[in-house]
Nanobody, 124 residues
């Protein structure tokens, strides 16, 4: 069981920076994969960045070189550092966590968790 809560969104001018945070509570040891998604009005939800339990990261081409996903040493906070923001980055950003746990048979089960989202608006 994991609970997620995003924060750090707001209004920023093009070229500016913003750091999103996602507070993670619950069974930290079960985390398998974490991601940031975003969704603009009338657009499909888009995967922005991901980090595996082993620390491997990946990014959408549109944000590569500008955004950085990371987490603190306790794994209780997931971050998305956004630099050189563009108007096209305007969207609601969602924190996502996938967990893997063992059931009573000893088999693995996967669960998905989503935050409520935080709004990022890039405008002059």
């Amino acid at each position: 069981q994991v609970q997620l809560a995003e924060s750090g969104g707001g209004l920023v001018q093009p070229g500016g920076s913003l750091r999103l945070s996602c507070g993670v509570a619950g069974d930290i040891a079960s985390i398998y994969f974490q991601s940031w998604y975003r969704q603009a009005p009338r657009k499909e939800r888009e995967l922005v960045a991901s980090i595996s339990s082993g620390g491997r990261t990946s990014y959408a081409d549109s944000v590569k070189g500008r955004f950085t996903i990371s987490r603190d040493s306790t794994w209780k906070t997931l971050y998305l550092q956004m630099n050189n923001l563009k108007p096209e980055d305007t969207a609601t950003y969602y924190c996502y966590t996938e967990t893997q746990v063992s059931d009573y048979h000893g088999d693995h089960e996967w669960y998905d968790y989503w935050g409520q989202g935080t709004q990022v608006t890039v405008s002059s």
